[in-house]
């Protein structure tokens, strides 16, 4: 009996001593990783973070895009603001056709996806106020464009991104555009 409790307590040592070492990161760590990598990438592209969104003619600064950080952590730089000769504006259920290119924030951007299309047989769309469908941070984004034909870029943090990219902590930036159908 002895030699059994032993055995046991040999086999949960070993488990314990496998598990410590262990070269997998926390999610803290990754976390710090990706706040990194943001900042890099920020940096690396000369862009100017700010708290408040500026004025319509305001999203560059001496060279330098100017990009809103939100509370969420969207970050959001409008590069056209669509159609102003239409009153319609973004409205709650209205179907909301994106476009994009999505890139990695690596030294070495990669282009993940390059324009997803409307022309598509079945094109990817969202209808605005529905979370279930998209990420957070078109939602988000969509509703600062507003306007069909709108074109803004962003960078978006693991968290309100695609759901793969919550899983795997993976910060991306995007070139969007929005085409809204009601």
Known sequence: MKRISYLFFLAFLTSLLATSCSDTKTYA???KEEKNLIDAYVK?????????????????NNGRDVY??????????MVNAGDLSSNDTLMLKNIVVPRYKEYTLSVASDTISNWSTIDYADPSSF????????????????SYMKRNESIAKIIVPSSIGFNADLLTVTPKAFDLKIKIQR
């Open 29 to 31: 760590e990754l976390l």
């Open 44 to 60: 690396r592209n000369n862009i100017e973070v700010v708290s408040t969104f500026p004025a319509n003619t305001a999203w560059n």
């Open 68 to 77: 809103v950080l939100t509370k969420s952590g969207l970050y959001f730089h």
């Open 127 to 142: 209808t605005y106020g529905d979370l279930t469908l998209s990420c957070k941070a078109f939602h988000e984004a969509a």
